[in-house]
């Protein structure tokens, strides 16, 4: 639980640094190899799915090696028993560090009432810890796409998110919030044209 703490600690103290020279908007992605097994298993403990329904083939596995993923996840829930109304049990159960900095940054953002433009499937269980510990967050989070790993959409859909664009985009490394974010500057700027 510590860890859990010090990961979400870690996304608003960068906030809190960024705001204090004048960011407005923030654009959240990641970078890791095995991160979408955490995400599918925080998603199956927030939502009750299985974890069947909410596993995808990540950076493209098998149909064997998907087999085994959906196997792993199914145990450490079984093994850990998060509860889905303790988001943070859940981070320290079955999430990881960034998946604990990245619901930080959101957490730290919205304090800050500055919009959070979320990536693909890993920015997208962040979203799911951060609005279980802050249910008004969810004001402050742009969907920028949905990806094409399988239980994105689902999940999106979960948070109540429209996804600004559907391109099957599969990087996760901020790629979609940064398309995100530029449609999110452009439409100020017409709603600001005299």
């Known amino acids: 639980g510590e ?8 996304g608003i103290e960068i906030v809190n640094g960024e705001a204090k ?16 097994t955490a995400s599918s298993a925080i998603f199956a ?12 083939r990540g950076t493209g596995i098998s149909d064997e090696q998907l087999a085994h ?18 988001p943070l049990q859940v981070l ?12 930080g940054v959101m957490l730290g953002a919205a304090a800050q009432r500055i919009p959070v433009v ?17 249910p008004q967050l969810k004001d402050y989070i742009i969907a920028a796409h949905v990806s094409a790993e ?14 600004l664009l559907s391109l099957d985009l599969r990087l996760g490394e901020g790629t979609g919030a940064a398309l995100g974010i530029f449609l999110a500057e452009a439409g100020v700027r017409t709603l600001a044209i005299d």
């Open 150 to 163: 399988a239980g994105h959409a689902s999940m999106l859909s979960y948070l109540g998110l429209k996804p």
């Open 118 to 134: 979320i990536d693909g499937f890993i920015s997208g269980a962040a979203a799911l810890i951060a609005v279980g510990m802050a």
């Open 45 to 56: 403990a927030l939502s009750g799915k299985t974890a069947a329904e909410v596993t995808g």
């Open 69 to 86: 993923k959906i196997d792993v996840i199914r145990r450490a829930l079984a093994v850990n028993k998060p509860s889905p109304s303790q």
């Open 92 to 103: 320290a159960k079955v999430g990881g560090f960034e998946i604990g900095g990245l619901a």
């Open 3 to 10: 860890q859990a703490v010090k990961a979400l600690e870690a």
């Open 21 to 36: 020279k004048g960011l407005d908007i923030v654009g959240t992605g990641d970078m890791g190899i095995g991160n979408t």
